[in-house]
């Protein structure tokens, strides 16, 4: 089975510098690399996703290298929790298919993330 890269973006907030983005994206990665992960890399310019714009918006953009679907959950989990400790907005994206992580109650986004992952399991 070929893996599954799920793309994770950190939006950069209001007067945040790019330093201090790659700082905090740099922290997240070092926390999605003790999960059971292939690789995590930072997306680089020539693989930009769609909606980034110049090198340093691709700053907050990580790719997540996974052997199947079931470490999935593991990923938006740390990130959802990660997300809340720093108030802070994250995206994930497989295959354009993108889930936001803020705003929501605890149960809302348990919903949002199941229906979520249910649309990218084997045979959907």
């Not at 470490?71 to 929790?81: C, D, F, T, W």
């Not at 990660?82 to 907005?89: C, D, F, K, S, Y």
């Not at 109650?105 to 649309?119: P, T």
């Amino acid at each position: 089975m070929a893996g599954i890269e799920v793309v994770v973006h950190v939006p950069q907030e209001s007067g945040e510098d790019l330093d201090e983005l790659l700082d905090v994206t740099g922290w997240l990665r070092d926390e999605f690399l003790a999960l059971d992960v292939q690789d995590v890399r930072p997306v680089q310019a020539t693989t930009a996703p769609d909606g980034a714009k110049g090198v340093g918006a691709i700053a907050g953009w990580l790719a997540v290298q996974l052997a199947s679907v079931e470490g999935v959950r593991a990923v938006i989990e740390l990130a959802r929790g990660w997300a809340g400790q720093r108030r802070r907005e994250v995206e994930i994206t497989i295959g354009g298919d993108t889930l936001k992580l803020s705003g929501a109650s605890a149960g809302e986004q348990e919903r949002i993330i199941d229906a979520w992952i249910a649309r990218h399991a084997p045979g959907s």
